[in-house]
T-cell receptor
Framework: AQSVAQPEDQVNVAEGNPLTVKCTYS??????LFWYVQYPNRGLQFLLKYITGDNLVKGSYGFEAEFNKSQTSFHLKKPSALVSDSALYFC????????????FGAGTRLFVKA | DAGVTQSPTHLIKTRGQQVTLRCSPK?????VSWYQQALGQGPQFIFQYYEEEERQRGNFPDRFSGHQFPNYSSELNVNALLLGDSALYLC????????????FGPGTRLTVT
């Protein structure tokens, strides 16, 4: 069965410092991996995806993520955090052996302090 | 270019009632998925519609049903509402094959009293 784990409920970082939001997954086949961000009282917004190819993928707003097959991880990173990055971040996985559904993690709240 | 729209924004219902939520996908998208997001949790997949058919269903009871219209818009119906159905209901649309990311609407906040 597919599953996604985000081990940290909250990540705190100072503005200008690098940030990492962790994600590990479990799927039967090859994973399609995604990061989404949710701002208060709004729907989810797509940040980036890994389907195939380079393990380091770049996305919106300066975010990037590294796919690590051996560690089954897909951590979200940004070299220099902004206060405006403060939001709820969701990692998600889709496994074609599981059909069309996408499984989301429980979310990690990122708090960037000025 | 309009994104995904959902209506209504908020809804308050009583236990046992029925509710219909509506979604219009992003222009050019033909696939619609529905998710339930309880407070403090990630979205949970309810079902996906493609070509007016339910293509896949998550672990939700038959009280949850849906429909997709020829213009790709979709409805989510929930019968015999329970207190536990209180949540944010998200609609997501995606393009035809080749792109797997989803575009989400702002959601409908359903409160069951």
């Amino acid at each position: 069965a597919q599953s996604v784990a985000q081990p940290e409920d909250q990540v705190n970082v100072a503005e200008g410092n690098p940030l990492t939001v962790k994600c590990t997954y479990s799927v039967s086949g090859n994973p399609y991996l995604f990061w989404y961000v949710q701002y208060p009282n709004r729907g989810l917004q797509f940040l980036l995806k890994y389907i195939t190819g380079d393990n380091l993928v770049k996305g919106s707003y300066g975010f990037e993520a590294e796919f690590n097959k051996s560690q089954t991880s897909f951590h979200l990173k940004k070299p220099s955090a902004l206060v405006s990055d403060s939001a709820l971040y969701f990692c998600a996985v889709r496994d074609l052996t599981g059909g069309f559904k996408t499984i989301f993690g429980a979310g990690t709240r990122l708090f960037v302090k000025a | 270019d309009a994104g995904v729209t959902q209506s209504p924004t908020h809804l308050i219902k009583t236990r046992g009632q029925q509710v219909t939520l509506r979604c219009s996908p992003k222009s050019g998208h033909d696939t619609v998925s529905w998710y339930q997001q309880a407070l403090g949790q990630g979205p949970q997949f309810i079902f996906q519609y493609y070509e007016e058919e339910e293509r896949q269903r998550g672990n939700f009871p038959d009280r949850f049903s849906g429909h997709q219209f020829p213009n790709y818009s979709s409805e989510l119906n929930v019968n015999a509402l329970l207190l536990g159905d209180s949540a944010l209901y998200l609609c997501a649309s995606s393009r035809p094959s080749g792109s797997y990311e989803q575009y989400f609407g702002p959601g409908t906040r359903l409160t069951v009293t």
